[in-house]
């Protein structure tokens, strides 16, 4: 199997992000709202503290930034136009617009060396083809002093996330090839591999960052039932449906399948409960 280059698989996940981006805000936002949350606690922002969401989706770790700090020292980026969009549209909706959102690559971030106090990623780095490169970028633009901080996942999917990803292969059997490709198979072991918080903490002390901590936590997603829990799990899914080329009415025989299927499960099994570390650092000085 030919093995992607680091620009070819940027491209592969950066296509990803772009189907996924105009479901994220109704269907992944309240999974991943609590981590934000933690993230941001973590980091504890002082007032007058210049903060950035880095790979920011639709903005949760800005807004939890602007909570504590003001939109106006907040600013947001992520390497995919269409999810900066919908951020920007569902800033706007949030009352808060002046929190400026920029198309801008991890790997390569254009802003001044020094130009915040905190930088907060929300379990992106993982899929950074190069993250020791976005981790010494993310030291050059933090003041001295300043502290920036990673979400990793810790601990295995659900039951139920099990089930639904064994029953969408059995109902679209047509993704299983697409999930073999090259990008998709880099991808996976990309995650995999740098999703580990030991091995995020190790790239951190190479890009140089002083005082590195790890806090583990654990929170739970309620996703209510059947219907709510599986238009969430397709929302994650969209490049993989695209790429298999169902149609509308195709797509709504399988979302009834899932359905049917994961609604006999008992109401509990759709809180999902996860595991997170933080992964604090601070650039050295000030």
Not at 121 to 128: E, V
Not at 131 to 144: N, Q
Not at 153 to 160: L, M, Q, T
Not at 211 to 230: C, K, L, M, N, S
């Amino acid at each position: 199997m030919p093995r992607p280059t680091p620009s070819e698989l940027k491209a592969h996940i950066r296509a990803d992000y772009d189907a996924a981006a105009p479901g994220w805000e109704p269907y992944m936002a309240p999974y991943f709202r609590v981590p934000a949350a933690r993230l941001v606690s973590d980091l504890s922002p002082r007032r007058g503290d210049r903060c950035l969401d880095l790979a920011c989706g639709s903005g949760l770790v800005a807004r939890a930034f602007a909570a504590r700090v003001g939109g106006h020292l907040v600013s947001a980026c992520d390497f995919s136009a269409v999810q900066v969009d919908e951020a920007r549209t569902v800033l706007q909706a949030a009352g808060m617009a002046e929190i400026a959102v920029r198309v801008m690559d991890a790997e390569h971030m254009a802003y001044p060396e020094g130009s915040f106090e905190r930088v907060g990623c929300g379990f992106g780095l993982s899929h950074f083809p190069r993250p020791l490169v976005a981790l010494r970028g993310v030291w050059r633009v933090l003041s001295p002093g300043g502290r920036a901080g990673f979400t990793v996942w810790n601990g295995f999917a659900s039951n139920i996330r099990m089930r639904f990803d064994e029953l969408l292969l059995q109902l679209v059997p047509a993704m299983e090839a697409w999930t073999s490709s090259p990008c998709e198979v880099a991808f996976g072991r990309l995650a995999d591999r740098n999703g580990r918080p030991e091995r995020m903490a190790e790239l951190m002390r190479r890009a140089e960052f002083a005082g590195i901590e790890q806090r583990t936590h654990q929170f739970a997603a309620d996703y209510v039932d059947a219907p709510t829990f599986v238009d969430a799990m397709l929302a994650r899914a969209e490049r993989d449906l695209r790429e298999v080329g169902l149609d509308a009415e195709e797509r709504a025989g399988v979302r009834a399948e899932l359905v049917a299927d994961l609604g006999a499960y008992p109401r509990e099994s759709f809180v999902v409960r996860r595991g997170f570390v933080t992964l604090l650092g601070a650039r050295p000085g000030g």
